[in-house]
């Protein structure tokens, strides 16, 4: 007909991070081809929506840790320095039980590095991180306010050097010393 108009499917970026998880739990890793074919778009209108594959990864990667953070933080059964490393141990043990997750440090060892460990998938974490302690201070008073800024960092940045001890330095990673190291960060006033 002339001048009718091509109809055009709009997608969220929301909606782009939803089926990308979904994608990524059965592939570990995200295809970009085949996500928009996925999503019935073309694979210019998924970079106009999502910017860059980085992008997108660090989206899906937050999602999932998310969701794994909010699982552990329920299930703590602890107060204080030893609830907030229940909830550590809980996601670590969780996250690397993840085979689309391992598959992903394996076939993508530089992007997961850079995204995890310096992007900002790695903020995200600190400013869980900083929510997990506050909530443990309101209840048990254990740290400046003035400080938890930096505990929170550090904290995070003790916890990743096992858990990617691989990308950081090809080291098997040795969760019971980030727990000690984790546990004397806590026990410290900063």
Not at 94 to 106: G, K, M, N, Y
Not at 121 to 133: D, E, K, P
Not at 148 to 173: C, K, N, Q, W
């Given at each position: ?31 970009m081809g085949a ?13 106009r ?37 229940e909830?550590?141990?809980?996601f670590?043990?969780?996250?690397r ?9 394996r076939?993508?060892p ?5 995204l ?10 600190v400013l869980?991180q ?9 209840r048990?008073?254990l ?11 550090l904290y995070?940045?003790v ?8 990308l950081?330095?090809?080291r098997?990673?040795d ?16």
């Amino acid at each position: 007909m002339p001048g009718a108009r091509a109809s055009r499917r709009v997608v969220t970026r929301g909606h782009v991070v939803h089926r990308a998880c979904r994608f990524f739990l059965r592939h570990g890793t995200v295809d970009m081809g085949a996500l928009a074919q996925d999503l019935a778009v073309s694979r210019a209108t998924l970079y106009r929506v999502v910017g860059s594959r980085d992008a997108l990864m660090a989206d899906v990667l937050w999602d999932l840790a998310e969701h794994l953070l909010d699982r552990a933080r329920r299930r703590r059964t602890r107060a204080g320095v030893d609830g907030v490393l229940e909830i550590t141990r809980y996601f670590v043990t969780a996250l690397r039980a993840s085979a689309p997750f391992e598959a992903f440090l394996r076939a993508e060892p530089e992007t997961a590095r850079r995204l995890l460990t310096g992007g900002c998938v790695h903020r995200r974490a600190v400013l869980a991180q900083r929510s997990i302690l506050l909530e443990a201070e309101e209840r048990d008073r254990l740290w400046s306010g003035s400080g938890i800024d930096d505990l929170a960092y550090l904290y995070v940045r003790v916890v990743e050097s096992a858990l990617y001890a691989e990308l950081l330095s090809s080291r098997r990673p040795d969760f019971a010393l980030a727990e000690r190291t984790a546990r004397a960060l806590l026990r410290q006033t900063l």
